[in-house]
């Protein structure tokens, strides 16, 4: 069973907007602070945004600190990146995670499928 699902990925745009969503499967994964990370073709997967369980502690890589924004809803075990003014160096799969709270992927020990995103110039 995979614990984290990602989806909401797709073709846009430069400036417009894409909500991922990412569902996981259980109470153990939900009841964990939760990540965002990206990785480009042929570059290393690098920190999008975290936020804690409760919802309260949120962190943005710069490149994505003021266009983006995480949230989650513990209700539904579900986590949120929105994602506006899309350029196309955001482009790339997108993967959620769940552990510990984290710039560092290490931090993480469940990891989701990826979904891709992709903005054409």
């Known amino acids: 069973q995979v614990p984290l699902v990602e989806s909401g990925g797709g073709l846009v745009q430069a400036g417009d907007s894409l909500r991922l969503s990412c569902a996981a499967s259980?109470?153990?994964?939900?009841?964990?602070?939760m990540g965002w990370f990206r990785q480009a073709p042929g570059k290393e997967r690098e920190f999008v945004s975290a936020?804690?369980?409760?919802?309260?502690?949120?962190d943005y890589a710069d490149s994505v600190k003021g266009r983006f924004t995480i949230s989650r809803d513990n209700a539904k075990d579900t986590v949120y990146l929105q994602m506006n003014s899309l350029k196309p160096e955001d482009a790339a799969v997108y993967y959620c995670?769940?552990?510990?709270?984290?710039?560092?992927?290490?931090?993480?020990?469940?990891w989701g499928q990826g979904t891709q995103v992709t903005v054409s110039s």
């Open positions: 936020i804690s369980w409760s919802g309260i502690s949120k």
């Open positions: 259980g109470r153990t994964v939900s009841r964990n602070a």
């Open positions: 995670a769940a552990g510990s709270m984290s710039w560092n992927h290490a931090d993480y020990r469940y």
